[in-house]
């Protein structure tokens, strides 16, 4: 998990046991720096034991304040590091140590795919469902009133399954407590940017309102937040998550695809000069109707 210290211990072929401490600043072994982190040992000396074909590592910790609970993620590798070099781990698993009652509970292996449709649901409904929407809006409108109801159905949906979607995140923080503070934060920011495009729809003035202008401009700056902090939180949880070269490779597929389409029906609207008056921008969230 990016941002934590790890503990790792093995040993050589000579036989000698090694146990050191890692912080884990990335993913690339240049960005796991050993001895560094921010767990500090006791003076009781740490100890790595090898018997009968399994290996033990033993260490003490210190910590300024009382542990009540503490996640801990368990990972290993059949290969040996090399020059303090560590591989990637084949296996892992999660447990959660409760120091007040003694006890140890192993996470789920739901966890694991309650992430995966976490990313899903996010990806289908800021990255896929709500950018097309927007583009209905901004490029469709001579489609008139095909246009408006093909987008307020479109933004709906992609609502619905984006609010989905964070709901599953906010499950996996609760039962994890994992530390990914940005992540999380500019979810519940998009969430809420979305609620307000949404209470807004409901309110949207009369197109003779001379507040109707006013409306307009909040419509379409909050929905370009609200899908810009979207596509960039996205690329964090890709990130955070430890998804993989498939994920990254895929979700930039995807944006590609959205800014050639974009570019694309951009030039011909303009070749085609069919601009006028209170237009949508690009990205607008919901209906000026």
Known sequence: MVGSSAIVGWVENSGRGSIKQFLLQGYSPAEVVVNKGELQFTEVPPVVVYHKGAIYVAFQLKFALRLTRQQIILAKSDITPIQNRLPIHNDKRSITVEFSSGTVTHASANFEKLKRNHGILNVIGWGILLPCGAIVARYFKRLDPQWYYLHTSIQ??????????????????????????????????????????????????????????????????????????????????????????????????????????????????RLKGSQKGDEAPVFQMNPIG
């Open 156 to 269: 709906f949906v992609g609502f619905v399954i984006g609010l989905l979607g964070f709901a599953a995140g906010r499950y996996l923080y609760n039962k994890t407590h994992a530390n990914f503070q940005v992540h999380r934060g500019i979810g519940i920011f998009v969430v809420l940017l979305s609620m307000l495009q949404v209470t807004a729809f409901f309110l949207r003035p009369e197109k003779q309102s001379k507040i109707r202008k006013y409306w307009n401009w909040y419509h379409h700056w909050v929905g370009r937040f609200a899908l810009f902090f979207g596509a960039v939180n996205i690329l964090l949880g890709v990130q955070f998550g430890g998804a993989g070269t498939v994920w990254k490779i895929g979700y930039g597929f995807l944006i590609a695809i959205l800014l050639v389409t974009v570019i694309a029906l951009e030039i011909f609207f």
